[in-house]
């Protein structure tokens, strides 16, 4: 079986050469990244009771799915943690190795999908971030993932709610109207409802402790964490 899209793949390795240009075709996750940032590390903090100073995140090992240019593996690397990061794209991977080279951070960059990844070590902590909505099977995606975990393991899962609201936001106004993203950029058949998530994760010893929405607030130009699940949300669970 195989998790990989390959339309999804070839649509974004053929944007990668502009990941980290923060007014390019990935501007909507420049701006997105700092509240995926402190909620991460906020909840990992808590999660395992660390010391929050100078490199919070240090000895955590962090798998972060779907890295793309590597967007958020490198701030978890600045916080000391100690991260692998995969993609099924080579441009992608190849841009993030360029990236992290240039900026001395020490990121185990891999070509694999999460069925294919052959790693002995578990993680404490795995993200799929923004990433459910562009697989080509979801349910053995999350098992894939999930085999991946260590017990009492966070998973993280930001993805888009389906519902008519995600529809006329996410697609009709962030890509038609204002060209926040590329046409095409998503597929609301493939939005994923958060009561289906926490159903596919439970069967795979995955408990959820905490759904929140994030909502963009045009006036400050920001995301913020919000009781608003409609559109984009970010779930936090831990494997049993």
């Known amino acids: 079986m195989n998790s990989i899209n390959y339309k999804e793949i070839e649509k974004f390795s053929k944007m990668a050469e502009e990941w980290w240009d923060p007014n390019g075709k990935f501007k909507p996750l420049h701006k997105f990244n700092p509240i995926r940032i402190s909620y991460i590390k906020e909840n990992i903090v808590e999660t ?10 240090q000895n955590i090992k962090i798998l972060d799915i779907g890295c793309g240019g590597g967007l958020l593996s490198e701030p978890m690397c600045r916080l000391g943690a100690d991260v692998t990061a995969i993609d099924a794209s080579e441009k992608n991977i190849s841009i993030a190795k360029i990236h992290s080279k240039k900026n001395n951070l020490k990121i185990n960059y891999i070509c694999a999908s999460p069925e294919k990844l052959n ?16 697989v080509e099977d979801i349910d053995f995606f999350l098992k894939s993932c999930s085999k991946l975990l260590k017990k009492n393991g966070i998973m993280f899962v930001a993805t888009l709610n389906k519902t008519l609201k995600s529809y006329i936001f996410a697609i009709v106004g962030a890509e038609y109207v204002l060209r926040w993203l590329p046409i095409g950029t998503h597929e609301w058949e493939k939005f994923v409802k958060p009561e289906e998530l926490i159903s596919t994760l439970k069967k795979n010893s995955l408990s959820m402790e905490k759904v929140d929405g994030m909502k963009f607030n045009i006036l400050t130009d920001k995301w913020k964490i919000s009781k608003d699940k409609s559109v984009n949300y970010i779930a936090k669970f831990i494997k049993n």
């Open 119 to 134: 790693i002995k070590d578990k993680f404490d902590v795995i993200l799929n971030m923004e990433i459910v909505e562009h």
């Open 48 to 57: 395992f009771k660390l010391n929050k100073r100078n490199s919070p995140l």
